[in-house]
């Protein structure tokens, strides 16, 4: 049984109508941030005690989720997708599931069955780049760049979020801050302030496009600057990807 099989199957001899994939996928559903025992036996109907016998601790259940939500990532489908298309797809996908898991980065990688949930996922991405003509080295750099790059923007957007209060998008809430500054106290900074408030992931995907631009050059190709748009042109977003 695979890792990704293992960690969605109920323990032999526990409660058929609770299982351990039930309980991850409701502790993902409502969110892992702050997520209490309390709260999730709330939602399952069932008393917090219960957990025990699936986990040793809230730690360990809020790790496990996270590591659940990883061996569930929907891969994308269209085989009529080059090998940087696919990649900016599953790069989206991480994440939105990053950046409202937060939890996920904080969880250790180095259990049993959260090691060998990453070593399959990378497996399945790199076969999926070697239908499309890569090899093994160029399918890994694609991977390492999706993978290095889905944190910075999960986490700037996760901390863009924050910003928002009572405004309905980064530009608006980061437009409205400035307006609190001394006028000239920071010049430069004012200079660029469109691109400044502009939405995280306008930043983060000219940094992917830039590494999948090197891959290709590698492999003598030129590919199309569709996701590395200007910062400012992605004002009229609403601060949306």
């Known amino acids: 049984m695979s890792a990704l099989e293992t960690i969605k199957s109920s323990s032999v001899g526990r409660p058929r109508i609770l299982t351990k994939e039930l309980i991850l996928k409701t502790a993902v559903k409502l969110g892992l ?139 608006e809430a980061v437009q409205s801050a400035f307006k609190g500054i001394e006028p000239g106290k920071l010049p430069n900074l004012e200079i660029v302030l469109e691109d400044y408030a502009s939405p995280a992931r306008v930043h983060t995907n000219i940094l992917l496009q830039t590494y999948f631009e090197a891959i290709a050059s590698e492999r003598g190709e030129k590919i199309a600057n569709t996701r590395g748009s200007t910062a400012t042109s992605s004002n009229t977003n609403n601060g949306q990807m």
């Open 33 to 171: 941030e702050n997520l209490t025992l309390k709260e999730l036996a709330n939602e399952l109907n069932v008393g917090t005690t219960t957990f025990y016998q699936y986990f040793e601790s809230r730690s360990e259940l809020i790790e496990a989720a996270a590591v659940y939500t990883l061996s569930d990532i929907p891969l994308p489908q269209d085989p009529s997708l080059s090998w940087h298309e696919y990649a900016f797809e599953f790069f989206e996908t991480i994440v939105g599931i990053l950046s409202e898991n937060i939890t996920y980065l904080q969880s250790s990688q180095h259990n049993g069955y959260g090691q060998n949930v990453v070593f399959e996922l990378t497996e399945i991405f790199l076969q999926a780049m070697a239908d499309k003509g890569l090899s093994p080295s160029q399918g890994l750099k694609v991977f390492q760049a999706v993978s290095n790059v889905s944190i910075a923007a999960s986490i700037q957007e996760w901390r863009q979020q924050g910003l928002y209060g009572n405004s309905t998008n980064v530009y």
